[in-house]
Every structure is written in C-alpha cells, then in structure tokens.
C-alpha cells in the first residue's frame, strides 16, 4: 500500500508540472503542438491567388506624387541638394513643368469656373528647353575641339550627335531623379520628354547660376559618357584609304604604300593577316584582317587615328579638377574633311 501511495503521489506531481509548464510558456507548447499544421485550403487560396496575378499582369506603374507623403516642394529642394547646385524654386519648378501639364490644368480650371480662365501658377519650360539644349550643344563641340584639334569636324558633330541623342539624355535624367518630379500630361514620361527635361534642368541652371556653372554640370553629366567609349566608332570614313591619300598629299608626305607584314592560317577559315601603310619609308598605320584587302582598309583607318590623335593610347580626357581649369576657345573651329577632298578635285581638275 505503501509503495502504491507513493505512486500516486508521483503521477500527482507530474501532472501539476505538467500544468505549471503550460502556465509559464503557453506559446511555446502551442507552436510546438503546431508546427506541421496548415490547413487544406491554404495551398489551392494561394495558388489561385498567383494565377490571377499571372493573368492579370504586372501592376500599373503609378506615378510618384500619388503616395501619401508627397511633398513636391520638398523634392525639388531635395533635387538641387543632391545634384550639389542651388536653383530658384520658381525656376526649378518651371523647369519640370510641361507645355501639356499646364494646358491640362488650365482646361481643368476654365472648367471649374464655367468658361473664366482663372490663374495658374505654373509656366512652360520651352525656353529653358531651347536655351539649355543650345548651351549643352556649344559647349560639347568647344569641349572636344579642345581635346582633338586634329580631329574633323565631321567627327566632332557625330561625337555631338552621339553625346546629345534623346536616349542617352534621357538616361543621364532617368538616374539623377528627375522622372519623378516631371509634370507632363503623359505617363509614364517618354524618352523625348525626359531629355527636354534634362535641357530644362540645365537652362535652369545657366538662369540662376550663370553659363560657366552650367558648362560644368554638363562636363559632369553628359561628357563623363565618353569614359570607355572609342570615339572613332561613332564615325565612319567612306573609303579611308582616299581620305588617306588626300590628307598625306595635303600634309606634302609620300603617298600610302601597304606591305604585308605577317599572315598565318592561309588556307583555313582562321586566316589573318597583317597589313602595314608605310608613308615614305614610316610605318603609319597597321592592323589585322580576314583577307588582305579587310586588313588594307583597317590599317588605312588606323593610320587615320594616328593623324587625327584618336588611338587608344591618348591621354584620357579631363573631368573634374583638371576639367575646372580648361580654358576653352569656343570660336575656334577644326578642319573639315571635305577641305582635302575638296583640294583633291581641284588638283584633278587643273591637270
């Protein structure tokens, strides 16, 4: 009877642990009772839910100022904080504001008064547009006419053509910020609209700061895109080897005379060869080929590259504090290719 008692008394203590486990860490004992629960109609919920999302496509983007805490007056000062340059917030505002955004409220307005054209407090950006797109395209051809005065003009307006095309000012603005403060009747904003902003930006910045400032947010933005960049790609020579010959004639050197220097692979689809221009017994250009003739035009190109001093090993352009202290002749102009073509034919013709 003894030894029963006792184990009652035993199963008693284990019971009132077992109830004093569950007061002090219910949750712990429920989690673990629970753990590889889920219920049966979670897995077909969630996989229905996923194919009308599927069905349905990617959400609309919404613009910016439709959040809660949209604060435009605070971007725009946020914006020239950022960009480390100080604007007007009346200049600034017009820079990003639209000739459709404003005759979308004004037609808002003359509805609300009946016919009455009420007051808007916004103006259109068009003249900073014009006056910030002439600046950037100056600026462009006096900055690489400063760096290649023996590269033609013609290359110095495809190089500007390059630098000022819709698509790359438009990613120069996609990533400084200013899609999300534009205020334009289209959304989201097109590629042309984000570069007319940019030109805005930079008009707005020659307004409050002066041409010089705006120059340089130019040099920081736009030009810093030829880092990496060939600019010789960006122009290409109808028929180099002429070209070749007329400017060695113009320059009073011998004519080009390619050699070939090395060749292996004669009769397999890996064939190269090299060909060399020689310019009164100078090498002056050379580079590899599938055929003779491929490796005849590229060498006249490279032997272009060396007069005009575009080759890859130039010394890199100037940004930054070496860019702060350029001193720029914005008058001054560089040869024009057609000038040899041009004293090609009349030498042609006097003969």
Partial sequence: MASFSGMCTCGQVLNKSRVFLNRIS???VTAHRGIHSRKRHIKPLLLQLYNRRIKEGPVPEEPRSSWLNWNF???LYAFGKRLGEEFTDSTLKKAFTHRSFVEKEQSKIQDSFEGDEGLLDFQSNEDLISSGMTLISDYIKAYLRHHYPSFPEEGISAVHDYLTTDELLAYIALNIGIK??????????SEETLSKTFQAVVG????????????LFVQDFVLTQLIGKDINEMWSIVNPMGVLVNILQKQERGGPEPRLLFQSGQKSILSVYVVGIYSDKELIGQAPGETPTIA???AAVDALKRLFSTEDCRTPLSYGDKGRKLHIDRNS???KLQNYVELKEVEEASS
């Fill in 26 to 28: 219910p949750s712990t």
């Fill in 73 to 75: 007056d605070a971007e």
């Fill in 180 to 189: 999300d403060l534009i205020l334009s009747a289209d959304f989201p904003a």
């Fill in 204 to 215: 707005a910045l020659a307004h409050d700061q002066g041409m010089e400032r705006a120059e």
């Fill in 296 to 298: 005849e035009e590229m």
């Fill in 333 to 335: 102009e560089n040869p």
